[in-house]
């Protein structure tokens, strides 16, 4: 409430959810819910959770060495009520800091009662002389060792029945059974979990009254814009390399690999259900950085700028981020990962040169040159290689270059000209001859070996050797 009248920020390094999350979870917080968040893989949601420490007090006054971390003025424990009667004020206090106050599990087939909410501990009652059913034999679990703070529990619908009505009972009840002794309970807790929309509506595995206790239920979702997903990987990413390198990324080179992750959402090569992660563009980010570190060390350039070609070195990255339908199988991977790189690229480009003239570098190509480059070129190689090409180098100032930029940048931005126009499918690149041109039309020549041939007339052997 306070952050809130301050006008702070509530949750820092959370984008994108300034009007679509974060009033809803607010609203929750305000009404005192115990809340879900549900959404794909890499929407921040264990983010959002964790996050949640920062709106806690500091600190807050305990019994010192109760195990559930006990208020002073009311304890919950036999222990500590027969402490405070016996110590009265003269007992010492203890603080706890906030971020003790926040438990996280993930939920997984195997968790069992005694993990979640505890266990008798025979022994201790045999030493103690107690009888079993008494608290104090109790080794609490995770949700006891929560009492006063946040309990959060990632994808709740992995959780077996059993358990969650175990936690539903600790919750309404304040007690529950465990091998069959009644214990009780009566904790303060806010539970607070994350669930996979497709796990949690279609297949059903929340039981009912649990489901109920859930006040709110909150849907993330992905980046909307790419200046948003930008700002995102921007943050996540690590993209400053050590002392003596200087770190460069083209706005463009940022925008191509966003789109990647947007086009992987929007294919239907991948699975929706799984989802895109935004880890894909930090990961993606993260290796296209170093495939221009790499170029730069061997090169001997002290300033890293990286190069649109340089995402196919980020394949690794790409290919684990996804799940594939049928027909993205029956493609593979790599290709699909290859794909979705060129459409970005296409994408990316179409959007920033639309209605420049490329037709003078085009020709250029479709009259028999040919750039011989790879990700490897030094940035000195690429500029003075562009030079025979007319028009390329005043195209490439398009991308944005400032007066007198330095090789690495200007080879970076006649890179991204040629993978646009590759992307375009206006110009074609392959292993042996770097970037040339794409297939023929019929009826044009466009060789040199060729030029007096009329333009209505093809040769037998040209054809079979142009369209194979
Ligand atoms: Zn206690």
Known sequence: MRKLQAGEALFPGIIGYD???????????????????????????????????????????????????????????????????????????????????????????DVTIADMVGDIDPIKAAQAGLNLSDELTMHYGLLPRA?????????????????QVGLFNILQEGDVQIK????????????????????YTARGKIITPLKDRIGSEIRTHYPATRHNAMASTRQEAWTERADGLRVEIPDYVREVVEEVAFQARADRKIDKRSGVSQRLPITTLELVVSNAERRALSNGEPLVVPRVTDL??????????????????LRGAEQVARDLIRAAVGAVFTGMFEGQDTRTVVEWFDLGGSLPLSDVSSAEEVVTQSRGVQGLLALAERAGLAPGAPAPVVASAIDFVLEGLYAQKKISRSEERGYSATEPQPRRTTRREEPTLDEGFQVPGGKKKYYN
Request: charged fraction near 25%; aromatic fraction near 6%; glycine fraction near 6%.
């Open 312 to 329: 196919a070195a980020a394949l690794p990255s790409i290919t684990g981020k996804f799940e594939l339908e049928y027909e993205g199988e």
């Open 180 to 199: 069959g002794y009644p214990i009780r309970l009566k904790l303060d807790v806010m539970l607070v979990f994350t669930a996979n929309p497709e796990d």
């Open 19 to 109: 009007e679509t999350v974060i009033p809803q979870l607010v609203n929750a917080i305000l009404s005192r819910h115990n809340f879900i968040l549900l959404g794909l893989r890499g929407q921040a949601k264990s983010r959002i959770l964790r996050a949640l420490v920062d709106l806690l007090d500091e600190q807050i006054p305990v019994v010192p060495g109760c195990e559930i971390h006990d208020d002073p003025l009311a304890p919950l424990c036999s222990a500590c009520r027969a402490r405070v009667a016996r110590e009265g004020d003269a007992m010492p206090i203890a603080w706890l800091p906030r971020e003790a106050r926040y438990v996280e599990k993930l939920a997984t087939p």
């Open 147 to 163: 009492n006063r703070g946040i309990f959060a529990i990632n994808e709740l619908p992995d959780l077996a029945g059993k358990i």
